[in-house]
């Protein structure tokens, strides 16, 4: 995340651990493992298949994001991604939220207009909100609305709807961008639809020809990752080198504070990749793997490094 975003979600993690009688405590019921969800307009639950709107090209589509069988929370943050040239967001609604009435809007976020937006996370399609239930929290199983979004549509191509992906922290173990929180604590859950939408991601270049490294020296390189098809989410990267041979073993790192990607549909990015050979690191061939996951999906791309005197 950006330091907006990490602001943002600060935000709330602050307020909703301050909050009397709430900081820290987890309640009877803190073990259950409930649903996020993308449901239809007239449901409460998580019951429903995620839905698919379809119209006329300037009517109206709504949704709602809905918890089911979780823990107690009082707060989250939350953010939901389409097309916009299929599903344009309009606006978002928190009547009837399972949070109450008596809340604290950390983000609301539609198209980068709004509060709590970043260029990053946020971006054409993408809509962020977080709320804290302000002296209160939910009686677990939590089952009931988070929040609403009405949607224009403006194609009759089929759209989507989906959560942002490459979020941290977050409830999920795919770090899909859903937090749901009681005080400072991270109440996990799952995610209905688990997908990052249309499209794909991968490596889109590597180094061509292999990387020499001498000892106690470093060299940097790049690989260029992109979106497919349309693609549209935060991509998590990893990077690491192999055989491990001994405490000595030549080091990778990104050369970036926070190793995540956000690809907007027809982008690109190029990372750099910053290997480092200590002075008695074992001389001979490595592999270098950068892996990028998105959601349930992953990637990976391999080059060689040769450690040298």
């Known amino acids: 995340m950006r330091f907006e975003d990490k602001a943002a979600t600060f935000l709330l993690l602050t307020v909703a651990a301050f909050l009397p009688g709430i900081a820290g405590v987890l309640p009877a019921g803190a073990e259950l493992v409930g649903v996020v969800c993308i449901s239809d307009a007239g449901s409460d639950s998580c019951l429903s298949p995620p839905p698919t709107p379809a119209g006329e090209i300037g009517t109206l589509a709504e949704v709602a994001v809905n918890i089911q069988g979780a823990a107690s929370i009082n707060g989250f943050d939350i953010y939901v991604k389409t097309d916009q040239n299929i ?68 194609s009759l191509a089929p759209g989507f709807i989906s959560f942002q992906t490459g979020c941290s922290p977050s409830s999920t173990t795919s770090n899909a961008c859903v937090l749901t ?90 990372l750099v990749v910053e290997v480092v050979a200590l002075t008695r690191s074992p001389i001979g061939e490595y592999t270098v793997t950068v892996t990028g996951t998105s959601g349930l999906v992953s990637h990976s791309a391999s080059f060689s490094v040769r450690v040298s005197r």
């Open 181 to 270: 929180v009681l005080g400072s604590q991270v109440v996990p859950v799952t995610i209905v639809p688990d997908t990052t939408g249309p499209g794909d991601f991968a490596f889109i270049s590597t180094p061509d020809s292999q990387l020499i490294v001498p000892r106690g020296q470093f060299r940097l390189t790049s690989v260029t990752i992109g979106s497919i098809d349309g693609f549209s989410g935060g991509v998590s990267v990893n990077v690491e080198i192999k055989p491990r041979r001994g405490p000595f073993s030549p080091l990778t790192f990104f050369f970036v504070a926070t190793p995540v990607v956000f690809l907007l549909p027809g982008t690109q990015t190029i």
């Open 87 to 154: 599903l344009n967001p309009l606006n978002t609604e928190l009547a009837g939220t399972v949070l109450g009435t008596n809340l604290f809007l950390a983000a609301q976020c539609i198209n980068e207009t709004g509060f709590g937006c970043t260029t990053l996370t946020t971006g054409p399609g993408i809509v962020r909100v977080a709320a804290v239930a302000l002296g209160t929290s939910t009686t677990a199983p939590t089952t009931g609305r988070l929040f609403s979004i009405t949607y224009n549509i403006t």
